[in-house]
Nanobody, 123 residues
Framework: QVSLVESGGDSVQAGGSLRLSCATS????????ITWFRQAPGKERERVAA????????YYADSVKGRFAISGDNAKNTLSLQMNSLEPEDTAMYYC????????????????WGQGTQVTVSS
């Protein structure tokens, strides 16, 4: 059983930045394929970004390419999502999820989920 805890969500103005963190109970974080999802009220869950350290692959949704960056810190058992140039459309609950590593990051299949952290971007 892997425990995931997200943090870093906040309310910011459009154009601002936030850094979300996902702390895992297992080490190293590179043992897993980690995905960030988001879900806004009334909308379907969206796969935002993912990383599989075993295959050295990453994935970014078209809506966040060039603005978001995913990175890991094995020493701290954390994975971060740096979000720049935030837009009101980025407002959502953000979740990190972990699944088996070893394939393309865009196809990560999570087995474990965090509770989420809220990001609100005002215009």
């Amino acid at each position: 059983q892997v425990s995931l805890v997200e943090s870093g969500g906040d309310s910011v103005q459009a154009g601002g930045s936030l850094r979300l963190s996902c702390a895992t109970s297992e080490s190293p974080v590179s043992s897993y394929c980690i995905t960030w999802f988001r879900q806004a009220p009334g909308k379907e869950r969206e796969r935002v970004a993912a990383v599989d350290s075993r295959t050295s692959t990453t994935y970014y949704a078209d809506s966040v390419k060039g603005r978001f960056a995913i990175s890991g810190d094995n020493a701290k058992n954390t994975l971060s999502l740096q979000m720049n140039s935030l837009e009101p459309e980025d407002t959502a609950m953000y979740y990190c999820a972990a699944g088996p590593a070893g394939g393309p990051a865009r196809y990560c299949s999570p087995n474990y989920w965090g509770q989420g952290t809220q990001v609100t971007v005002s215009s």
